[in-house]
């Protein structure tokens, strides 16, 4: 199928406004995770603080989401070349790693239940479930943004649009986000143990 | 539409638009038909960002009014404990309890009145209410865009808010009655359910009111700062915007990146509260029995709660010197003095917000070598403020001031915010804090500093922009009047708070009865409510103002009443959606020339003149 970029160009702006839009809600979501990772650190300097290793299937997940996010990369150059399969395909593997990674967590919740950290247990296991539950919930909103981009993947014909092209770089900053945010976390927890 | 016949007069402005504006073909794809094209979309579910300000004004007052009265309650039990209240058992019902046939104020709703007119006013009145209006109102207005960048997000904006307010109106009915446990809803009262009446169901009602209402500001602060930085009309540079769009800007930027903190604290909260968790609750006894819970940190809370809390004074306070900084140089027809101190002043306050949080608590037991950072901290944050207050009473010397009702309201802000700000001072000291916290005395300072100065920025901003609005004018007499009685009435209920708190009788406090160190002070406080309900009288004119003259008030007849310089003065007098019926205008220059070359005032879409220069 033929990529063709058709309709005119955004004039006024070097940014489009959705695209800037989302960005800010970004940094306003992120905030919310620089509050809890310094409650986190403000919590663990006044003692009574309970240290664990965190299992190692968090580790392997972040495997995981990162993966997921270069698939959808690599959707997107697909997409924008016009090579349909390419652009199908590696979403599908984008939103099913993506699901996966949700699967993993809750795996990982269990783990750390089993070894005796649950979420009553001490601040620290309670920081450990709120901090990676609060980014599941923004994951699985990922997930809702994937699913629809993965409708239009396979029901709409292949064409590259200046609308459609803005729209899948919307869903590309948003999922880079949630999944980079995983590992600043992942990163964050390493160091504070 | 079907308009009034006003008559289609050319005027000098829509040549200069037709000849140096520039086409955006908006009206050729017909989106006015698309977005009102009934009642419903019209005026219930309206994109239209200038519904929309109006949707968040009118609910704005309506919370004004149920907050107002709130303290009106608490105020009768504060200036006449003794007397009978028999009288509001009709409103108030259980709260009431009558012995003897006299009837007083049950203790633990005197918390809930407290604790909800707190709420209330910062929130819903001074947070969505003003920045919700004029942020809506002027941004696409004064920017010169068509609408907000997502008229859609904007819509859900306000019904969030609507939604908060739902959630927040059935908490006062609740058997168990609203929350109490005060506006900062610190644990432990605010996390252990069977800790006050108010902490069960009304408590969890007041956090999910809360968070939708941080959901309306998030979606409202993207569109403002997104509409700002992108959709500004050719020539509209930055430094060309008026100080109202770089206030709402910054205020939109501070609640993006404050609120969300806000939230954490929130989800730890609501974990304490349901899921056993123990972030900010240690070891308690409760009907002595003790909890589970070991270690938590209630100072934890306060933390992230004043990491918003602080923020959200100037999210309140800096639409309202925006507003006041247009409406004193429009009405004094002089520039702004001092513009772009006034722009570095908006940012330095901005971040200053962000740094000086724990002020708030300093007597709550955090280290004294880090209340020293913030002492330093909130000292510094006067030095721009008082930038401020300079250019503005610049701003008015020397001016040839019209004393309308916004320009009054004006200079009444400027006054308020003096005379609240200097006490900041006193209380930003962790010293003298020793003595003040929890007193009268801060009681005293932030309602008059970011409380009544707030109201008054709303005041001007509404009689200023009303005709815009509606195409009508406010009645001017009534709103003299208004300004009158409560500028004095403000005064008389805050200034005698001073004393009271240097004496330091303590807030908060249901009945002085039992404390003969504070009984001399009985007839003060009546004086203080006497003054109160007085004030509140004088609102109550402002809202039959306001709703007569939506439909009564003096019709405008030329589009630009005021003779100010900014573009929404340039659209029609019924302003359609997209705000401009053909092309929109194009910028030529700054905000504020007014009195320059021997002229009144000239637009900002007028181009230079031959040999003008740009430079002021």
Same mark, same amino acid.
């Given at each position: 199928m033929n990529a063709v970029v058709t309709s005119e160009v955004y004039s006024r702006n070097k940014i489009h406004p959705k695209k800037f839009a989302l960005i800010a809600a970004c940094a306003g979501m992120f905030m919310s995770f620089i509050a809890l990772t310094s409650a986190y650190i403000v919590r663990q300097a006044a003692g009574n603080w309970l240290e664990f290793q965190l299992p190692a299937i968090f580790y392997y997940n972040t495997l995981v989401v990162v993966a997921s996010s270069l698939f959808l990369h690599f959707s997107y150059k697909g997409f924008l070349k016009g090579n349909t399969r390419q652009y199908r395909f590696s979403m599908v593997a984008a939103f099913v790693l993506g699901l996966l990674f949700l699967v993993l967590q809750y795996q990982g919740w269990h783990e750390m239940d089993n070894l005796g950290l649950g979420l009553t247990v001490n601040p620290s296991s309670s920081f450990i479930y709120l901090i990676s539950g609060w980014h599941a919930a923004h994951i699985l909103g990922g997930i809702g943004v994937l699913a629809v981009a993965l409708l239009h993947a396979f029901l709409l014909v292949h064409k590259v649009t200046v609308k459609r092209k803005q729209r899948f770089e919307l869903t590309l900053i948003f999922w880079h986000f949630v999944d980079f945010l995983w590992v600043y976390l992942l990163v964050f927890f390493t160091i504070q143990s | 539409m079907a308009s009034v016949a006003t008559k289609p007069i050319v005027e000098q402005d829509d040549l200069i638009i037709e000849e140096y504006g520039y086409d955006d073909h908006f009206h050729d794809h017909h989106h006015g038909d698309k977005y009102q094209s009934n009642f419903l979309t019209t005026y219930v579910f309206s994109q239209d960002h200038k519904i929309i300000a109006k949707q968040f004004l009118i609910t704005g007052m309506f919370w004004a009014v149920v907050g107002g009265l709130m303290s009106l309650v608490f105020r009768l039990q504060l200036g006449f404990p003794e007397e009978n209240m028999a009288w509001l058992k009709p409103v108030l019902g259980k709260w009431i309890n009558i012995n003897d046939g006299i009837g007083t104020l049950s203790p633990e709703f005197y918390y809930a009145l407290v604790t909800m007119h707190g709420t209330i006013i910062v929130f819903f009145v001074l947070t969505a209410g003003l920045s919700g209006t004029f942020s809506n109102l002027l941004i696409p207005l004064q920017v010169g865009a068509r609408d907000m960048a997502s008229p859609f997000l904007n819509m859900l904006s306000y019904w969030f808010f609507f939604l908060a307010g739902v959630i927040m109106f059935l908490s006062l009915f609740l058997s168990t009655g609203p929350f109490s446990g005060g506006w900062t809803a610190y644990p432990p009262l605010s996390a252990l359910p069977q800790a006050s009446s108010g902490s069960g169901a009304g408590m969890t009602l007041w956090l999910l009111s809360l968070v939708f209402f941080v959901v309306s500001v998030l979606l409202g602060g993207i569109n403002y700062i997104t509409t700002v930085l992108n959709l500004r009309t050719k020539g509209m540079t930055m430094w060309r915007l008026p100080l109202t769009i770089w206030a709402f800007f910054v205020t939109a930027v501070l609640g993006l990146l404050s609120f969300p903190v806000l939230v954490s604290g929130f989800l730890m909260l609501m974990l304490d509260r349901g899921l056993g968790t123990s972030f900010f609750l240690s070891e308690i006894y409760i009907g002595g029995q003790a909890l589970d819970h070991v270690g938590g940190s209630p100072i934890l809370y306060q933390h992230l709660f004043w990491f918003l809390g602080h923020p959200e004074v100037y999210i309140i306070i800096l639409p309202a010197m925006g507003l006041v900084s247009e409406v004193l140089s429009v009405h004094?027809?002089?520039?702004?003095?001092?513009?772009?101190? #006034?722009?570095?002043? @908006?940012?330095?306050?901005?971040?200053?917000?962000? !740094?000086? *949080? +724990?002020?708030? #608590?300093? &007597?709550?037991?955090?280290? /004294?070598?880090?209340?020293?950072?913030f002492v330093i901290f909130t000292l510094i944050i006067a030095v721009p403020s008082a930038v401020k207050v300079f250019n503005w009473i610049a701003t008015l010397y020397g001016g040839n001031v019209r004393f309308t009702s916004a320009s009054l309201f004006a200079i009444g802000f400027v006054s308020l915010f003096i005379s609240g700000g200097l006490t900041g001072i006193f209380l930003g000291n962790s010293a003298i804090d020793i003595q003040l916290h929890d007193t009268y005395f801060v009681v005293a300072h932030f309602h008059i500093v970011m409380g009544v100065a707030a109201f008054f920025g709303m005041f001007a901003g509404v009689y200023q922009w009303f005709p815009k609005m509606y195409g009508r004018f406010m009645n001017e007499t009534l709103g003299k009047i208004h300004f009158w009685g409560t500028i004095i009435g403000s005064y008389a209920i805050f200034w005698p708070m001073h004393y009271l708190g240097m004496a330091g009788v303590p807030r908060r406090y249901y009945s002085f009865d039992s404390f003969?160190?504070?009984?001399?002070?009985?007839? &003060?406080?009546?004086? !203080? $409510?006497? +003054? +109160?309900?007085?004030?509140?009288?004088?609102?109550?004119?402002?809202? @039959?103002?306001?709703?007569?003259? @939506? *439909?009564?008030?003096?019709? &405008?007849?030329?589009?630009? /009443? *005021?003779? +100010?310089? $900014?573009?929404? *003065?340039? $659209?029609?007098?019924?302003?359609?959606?997209?705000?401009?019926?053909?092309? @929109?205008p194009a910028v030529q220059r700054w905000a504020y020339d007014y009195g320059k070359d021997g002229k009144d005032f000239i637009a900002q879409i007028e181009p230079l003149a031959e040999g003008e220069s740009e430079t002021h």
């Amino acid at each position: 199928m033929n990529a063709v970029v058709t309709s005119e160009v955004y004039s006024r702006n070097k940014i489009h406004p959705k695209k800037f839009a989302l960005i800010a809600a970004c940094a306003g979501m992120f905030m919310s995770f620089i509050a809890l990772t310094s409650a986190y650190i403000v919590r663990q300097a006044a003692g009574n603080w309970l240290e664990f290793q965190l299992p190692a299937i968090f580790y392997y997940n972040t495997l995981v989401v990162v993966a997921s996010s270069l698939f959808l990369h690599f959707s997107y150059k697909g997409f924008l070349k016009g090579n349909t399969r390419q652009y199908r395909f590696s979403m599908v593997a984008a939103f099913v790693l993506g699901l996966l990674f949700l699967v993993l967590q809750y795996q990982g919740w269990h783990e750390m239940d089993n070894l005796g950290l649950g979420l009553t247990v001490n601040p620290s296991s309670s920081f450990i479930y709120l901090i990676s539950g609060w980014h599941a919930a923004h994951i699985l909103g990922g997930i809702g943004v994937l699913a629809v981009a993965l409708l239009h993947a396979f029901l709409l014909v292949h064409k590259v649009t200046v609308k459609r092209k803005q729209r899948f770089e919307l869903t590309l900053i948003f999922w880079h986000f949630v999944d980079f945010l995983w590992v600043y976390l992942l990163v964050f927890f390493t160091i504070q143990s | 539409m079907a308009s009034v016949a006003t008559k289609p007069i050319v005027e000098q402005d829509d040549l200069i638009i037709e000849e140096y504006g520039y086409d955006d073909h908006f009206h050729d794809h017909h989106h006015g038909d698309k977005y009102q094209s009934n009642f419903l979309t019209t005026y219930v579910f309206s994109q239209d960002h200038k519904i929309i300000a109006k949707q968040f004004l009118i609910t704005g007052m309506f919370w004004a009014v149920v907050g107002g009265l709130m303290s009106l309650v608490f105020r009768l039990q504060l200036g006449f404990p003794e007397e009978n209240m028999a009288w509001l058992k009709p409103v108030l019902g259980k709260w009431i309890n009558i012995n003897d046939g006299i009837g007083t104020l049950s203790p633990e709703f005197y918390y809930a009145l407290v604790t909800m007119h707190g709420t209330i006013i910062v929130f819903f009145v001074l947070t969505a209410g003003l920045s919700g209006t004029f942020s809506n109102l002027l941004i696409p207005l004064q920017v010169g865009a068509r609408d907000m960048a997502s008229p859609f997000l904007n819509m859900l904006s306000y019904w969030f808010f609507f939604l908060a307010g739902v959630i927040m109106f059935l908490s006062l009915f609740l058997s168990t009655g609203p929350f109490s446990g005060g506006w900062t809803a610190y644990p432990p009262l605010s996390a252990l359910p069977q800790a006050s009446s108010g902490s069960g169901a009304g408590m969890t009602l007041w956090l999910l009111s809360l968070v939708f209402f941080v959901v309306s500001v998030l979606l409202g602060g993207i569109n403002y700062i997104t509409t700002v930085l992108n959709l500004r009309t050719k020539g509209m540079t930055m430094w060309r915007l008026p100080l109202t769009i770089w206030a709402f800007f910054v205020t939109a930027v501070l609640g993006l990146l404050s609120f969300p903190v806000l939230v954490s604290g929130f989800l730890m909260l609501m974990l304490d509260r349901g899921l056993g968790t123990s972030f900010f609750l240690s070891e308690i006894y409760i009907g002595g029995q003790a909890l589970d819970h070991v270690g938590g940190s209630p100072i934890l809370y306060q933390h992230l709660f004043w990491f918003l809390g602080h923020p959200e004074v100037y999210i309140i306070i800096l639409p309202a010197m925006g507003l006041v900084s247009e409406v004193l140089s429009v009405h004094s027809r002089k520039p702004i003095f001092g513009y772009k101190a #006034m722009v570095y002043s @908006i940012l330095a306050i901005g971040f200053l917000s962000f !740094i000086v *949080w +724990a002020h708030h #608590m300093f &007597m709550s037991g955090v280290n /004294p070598f880090i209340s020293n950072f913030f002492v330093i901290f909130t000292l510094i944050i006067a030095v721009p403020s008082a930038v401020k207050v300079f250019n503005w009473i610049a701003t008015l010397y020397g001016g040839n001031v019209r004393f309308t009702s916004a320009s009054l309201f004006a200079i009444g802000f400027v006054s308020l915010f003096i005379s609240g700000g200097l006490t900041g001072i006193f209380l930003g000291n962790s010293a003298i804090d020793i003595q003040l916290h929890d007193t009268y005395f801060v009681v005293a300072h932030f309602h008059i500093v970011m409380g009544v100065a707030a109201f008054f920025g709303m005041f001007a901003g509404v009689y200023q922009w009303f005709p815009k609005m509606y195409g009508r004018f406010m009645n001017e007499t009534l709103g003299k009047i208004h300004f009158w009685g409560t500028i004095i009435g403000s005064y008389a209920i805050f200034w005698p708070m001073h004393y009271l708190g240097m004496a330091g009788v303590p807030r908060r406090y249901y009945s002085f009865d039992s404390f003969d160190a504070f009984k001399h002070f009985a007839e &003060m406080n009546q004086f !203080i $409510t006497v +003054a +109160a309900i007085l004030t509140f009288a004088f609102q109550i004119l402002f809202v @039959i103002n306001f709703f007569y003259s @939506i *439909w009564k008030g003096k019709k &405008m007849t030329t589009k630009n /009443p *005021w003779g +100010a310089t $900014t573009l929404e *003065w340039t $659209t029609p007098i019924e302003t359609g959606h997209g705000n401009w019926p053909g092309k @929109i205008p194009a910028v030529q220059r700054w905000a504020y020339d007014y009195g320059k070359d021997g002229k009144d005032f000239i637009a900002q879409i007028e181009p230079l003149a031959e040999g003008e220069s740009e430079t002021h």
